[in-house]
């Protein structure tokens, strides 16, 4: 429990505050009540004890109760099977305990709550009229939001602890105090958001208290649902003050980032702080608009800025909280990643790396609880913690990230507190920081020196748009209250834009417009906020329980979107398929919808990234290295995801996937380049195009950081629930877009040559080809073949023609080849198309094109013998009349043999129809070109053809020249 501050002197104790384990001094308390009343104390942790205890018991029964329902009575009841008695009486028995335990626990709870009230008013009493008086320029206190309305703490605590005082003021910590930074004007102090992510218990909030010098409403788990359940259940935000890091001074801008305010801003619209503002705008108001330099030109930080703001964004770390971790990491710059020495990595904080490697490039690993380690051994352990989490990190872009060892309150949970308007004064050697309590006793911190230099070490100035663009302001809101007589006050983070008083801003979940009647940094009036900022926006007239979290923006700039079309790639460490159709759950900003998303384009976009990634280096090379800096956006940059900014083409063909590919096949014609590995050489999953079609439509600007995960999956089951992340490219409206998308399917049919043209000798190449073949088997004979005349045909050899028309009535059709072929009969034709998924006429596209005509000269077939008049048939005349003849290889018959070669040939031009081939059986027959011998088997049909046999085959080709031995 802190000391009596002008933050806390108006709150009522809590059970919190009594715990020893949760940070709490009961003995503190027993001190301000009588000799009598002292045991009320003991009375109100006996019954917190058996509420505890109740609590366990009865989140045993319910957790019982229901594996039972889902893993046996459910599955019986859908089987149509009847479930077992015992079963069911067992579920009833639970069910009486379960609500016996609940009666029992309200029960508990009242007597607890009876005692603390007592407590509460018996201090009162005693402390009647010992008040504490809060400084002018922080009216608004601290705890603003929790709305008490009771007596302070007794005073006497303040004279206990001023003995301490003096040595405080002479040890502490590098951090500037609240009366420090007021006479630095908010342009010249860079702000950086520092989320502060981990497992639930790790100490994140004592860390926070143990830095922070400025806080939020919403800090330190001030809401009463943290207090009662000991952990973060909300976003806390808090800052302190550094002078500018020496490695910041000399970096340059190209454009200038502005200064982002703690949140701090329940006092930005007070009444009293305004006459003090006036006085101070005229200097602010010389350096251009709201007192900000608007130079674009490189310049040194120092340059601009003086004071380096450390903006901390104290996350949850529960596995059912992860909607809001994910809220919180995506508007933040680095990321302070605790992890509890003792256990080392743990479910959430794994989630918690995948998250920042989505959101930043910089991280710095925390060991806290460091003093739970032996004095003795605490060097040795802390080297083996830090080897465990640098072998976790192997793979990531993290894994040469720092590593710091501390205790942010040795022994448990902090009791320091952080004045209002002071700063955090600490006291201490080098190696470890005490501060004293309310009453002198000393509770400690470990190394947090060391923390701060590697935290000033890694800071690197962020990439912000200095521009007035009051066109395209976007304010992601992360708190909302009511200030009475002056109006609701919404802080957050400025995302791109800008805006100043008066300027008209929407709400789009609500639909209404609203002027911004004040603006707030720093607790000091501001004229202006632009990207990166974290401010108050004090506007009248609304309700603050009408938003909790959202977006307010200039008037319609944010539309409401039912889908959108986003460049996604899976995360490494997500083991599930990702499929076509499924549903995930999407967050964009601090909203989490479910959607179902389909997922295409991977060959495509891989071939697409390189032509976007060498324009852009162009862009940058002729804006002088500068980033390009794109639409406003959630989720701050989704290039540090890995997410390139692409456009995307509705006019372009993409192939159909029935699921996320892991990889793009080898035989895609895919550019080298856009496989991507990782620090461990493992391939980076391909970036892929998806549909998103939210359940429920959102508000959100296109170009924001989209996180796809598996919310639904079991909380214990030690496995990553983060799927994808994404940047939103294009809206999609399923109505008017669905046509528009050209996924298609790859078609073939195949048939058959089953008669050839006359041959050709192609002039280029001398080579024997056909320009007309006849085919058959593609389709049916009552086919209506005017449909395909046109469509191209294909050969296992690459050459390609078209379709003229029809031949015949049996579904055979006729094929021209501009260039030729060497096709065979009975070699195969190939028609190959694709349809779209959204052609309702199921039409037939192909994408190649005629080859360029090659002539050739016609092969004359050899002249056919007249039969002599007399009508002679001596074998002997005919013997001799033959002798030579020469023919031409019509067609190869048989199955291959062995070598390659077919066994048999007909072959035509060696006899008339008028001769008796009987009496030439067994002739010798040679193929020409190749020397093959082989004989004649008998005739073939009625033309004066000839099958000829070869015992080793023939490798002669089709139209080969054949020669007739004397016999």
């Not at 859908?78 to 379960?98: C, F, M, N, R």
């Not at 008040?131 to 007794?154: G, L, Q």
């Not at 008083?501 to 929407?506: I, R, S």
């Not at 209506?784 to 078209?802: A, H, K, P, W, Y």
Request: proline content about 4%; some cysteine; glycine content about 8%.
């Amino acid at each position: 429990m802190p000391p009596p501050t002008a933050d806390n002197n108006n709150r009522k104790i809590g059970i919190n505050d009594l715990r020893a384990d949760k940070g709490g001094d009961p003995d503190r308390y027993r001190r301000l009540l009588l000799p009598d009343d002292g045991d009320l104390i003991n009375q109100v942790l006996s019954h917190d004890n058996q509420r505890r205890s109740i609590l366990t018991s009865l989140e045993s029964l319910r957790s019982q109760s229901s594996n039972l329902q889902k893993n046996v009575i459910a599955p019986k009841k859908k089987a149509g099977e009847e479930v077992p008695s015992d079963v069911l009486e067992q579920l009833k028995e639970w069910k009486t305990e379960i609500a016996t335990l609940s009666n029992q626990l309200k029960g508990v709870e009242r007597e607890r709550d009876d005692t603390l009230a007592k407590i509460n008013d018996i201090i009162e009493a005693n402390s009647s009229g010992s008040t504490i008086s809060t400084d002018a320029d922080t009216s608004v206190n601290t705890n603003a939001t929790e709305n008490t309305s009771s007596s302070s703490i007794d005073n006497t605590l303040e004279q206990e602890t001023s003995s301490t005082e003096q040595q405080q003021q002479q040890q502490q910590l590098p951090l500037l105090s609240a009366e420090q930074i007021k006479t630095i004007p908010p342009e010249r102090i860079l702000n950086i958001n520092v989320g502060v992510l981990g497992h639930v218990d790790t100490g994140k909030t004592s860390l926070v208290k143990t830095l922070s010098s400025v806080l939020s409403t919403a800090a330190l788990d001030k809401s009463k649902q943290s207090r009662a359940r000991g952990i973060t259940l909300d976003l806390g935000f808090s800052a302190f003050l550094l002078p500018l890091p020496e490695q910041l001074r000399g970096e340059q801008q190209t454009i200038s980032s502005n200064n982002v305010s703690s949140d701090n801003n329940e006092s930005e619209c007070n009444s009293s702080d305004k006459k003090k503002k006036k006085k101070k705008s005229g200097s602010n108001n010389s350096r251009g608009v709201g007192g900000r330099s608007n130079s674009s030109s490189n310049s040194n930080l120092d340059q601009k800025y003086d004071l380096l703001q450390v903006t901390l964004v104290d996350c949850p770390g529960h596995a059912s909280l992860i909607r809001t971790i994910i809220g919180g990491a995506q508007i933040i710059d680095m990321v302070l990643l605790v992890v509890d020495a003792t256990k080392g990595m743990q479910t959430q904080t794994a989630e918690c790396l995948v998250i920042a490697e989505m959101t930043t490039r910089n991280l710095i690993v925390v060991l806290n609880k460091i003093d739970m380690f032996p004095e003795n051994e605490r060097e040795e352990r802390v080297q083996l913690a830090e080897k465990k989490i640098r072998m976790a990190l192997r793979g990531t872009k993290f894994e040469d990230a720092k590593m710091v060892g501390i205790s942010a309150c040795v022994g448990g949970e902090k009791v320091a507190a952080v004045g209002d308007g002071g700063g955090l004064i600490i006291g201490g050697g080098t190696g470890s920081v005490t501060t004293p309590n309310a009453h002198g006793e000393v509770a400690g911190t470990n190394n947090i020196h060391g923390l701060l230099d590697v935290l000033q070490s890694q800071m690197r100035a962020p990439n912000r748009d200095a521009r007035p663009s009051p066109e395209r302001f976007h304010f992601a809101v992360d708190h909302c209250f009511p200030i009475k007589g002056q109006g609701t006050v919404l802080t957050g983070t400025c995302l791109s834009g800008s805006a100043r008083p008066n300027d008209m801003v929407e709400f789009p979940t609500l639909a209404t417009q609203k002027k911004i009647k004040g603006l707030q940094m720093f607790r000091r009036k501001a004229n202006i906020i632009q990207q990166g900022d974290r401010a108050g926006i004090c506007v009248s007239n609304f309700d603050a329980k009408l938003m909790e979290r959202g977006t307010i923006a200039s008037p319609g700039t944010i539309k409401l979107i039912h889908g959108a079309i986003a460049v996604v790639r899976k995360v490494r460490f997500f083991k599930g398929q990702l499929n076509s159709g499924g549903k995930f759950h999407i967050s964009v900003g601090h909203q989490t919808v479910m959607a179902t998303v389909t997922f295409w384009g991977a060959r495509e976009i891989a071939r697409q990234v390189e032509r976007e990634q060498e324009s852009q280096q162009q862009q940058m090379a002729s804006n002088g290295n500068a980033p390009i800096l794109g639409k406003s956006s959630l989720g701050g940059t989704a290039d540090l995801a890995g997410l390139p900014r692409l456009k995307f083409d509705w006019n372009q063909d993409f192939l159909h996937q029935d699921n996320y590919l892991e990889s793009i096949p080898v035989s895609d014609d895919v550019l080298t380049s856009q496989v991507e590995t990782s620090k461990d050489g493992d391939s980076q999953p391909p970036l892929h195009w998806a549909r998103l079609e939210f359940l429920t439509p959102v508000y959100c600007p296109m170009d924001s950081l989209v996180i796809g995960s598996r919310l639904d999956t079991e909380v214990n089951a030690n496995a990553c629930r983060l799927a994808f992340s994404g940047r939103l490219v294009e809206r999609y409206d399923e109505r008017q877009d669905n046509g528009r998308l050209k996924s298609y399917t790859k078609k073939e049919k195949v048939g058959r040559c089953c008669r050839l043209g006359d041959p050709y000798r192609r002039s280029d190449d001398n080579k024997l080809v056909r320009y007309e073949i006849f085919g058959t088997d593609l389709f049916k004979k009552e086919t209506n073949m005017s449909q395909f005349v046109g469509l191209l045909i294909e050969t296992d050899s690459g050459d390609v023609g078209s379709i003229q028309s029809s031949f015949g009535s049996s579904g055979k059709f006729r094929v021209h080849f501009p260039a030729g072929t060497g096709l065979k009969e009975g070699d195969s034709l190939y028609l190959r198309f694709k349809r779209y998924a959204n052609d309702p006429r199921k039409a037939i596209h192909q994408d190649g094109t005629l080859p360029q005509a090659r002539i050739g000269s016609r092969v004359e077939p050899p002249v056919k013998k007249k039969k002599k008049k007399n009508g002679s048939n001596n074998a002997d005349e005919q013997s001799s009349t033959n002798n030579g003849a020469v023919g031409e290889i019509e067609k190869l018959k048989g199955d291959i043999l062995e070598n390659g070669k077919s066994p048999m040939a007909i072959v035509s031009g060696l006899f008339s129809m008028e001769d008796d081939i009987s009496k030439h059986k067994g002739r010798k027959v040679v193929a020409i070109t190749t020397e093959e011998e082989g004989s004649i088997h008998g005739s073939f049909g009625k033309m004066g053809k000839v099958k000829v046999s070869f015992e080793n085959g023939v490798s002669a080709e089709v139209g080969s020249r054949v020669k007739m031995l004397a016999a």
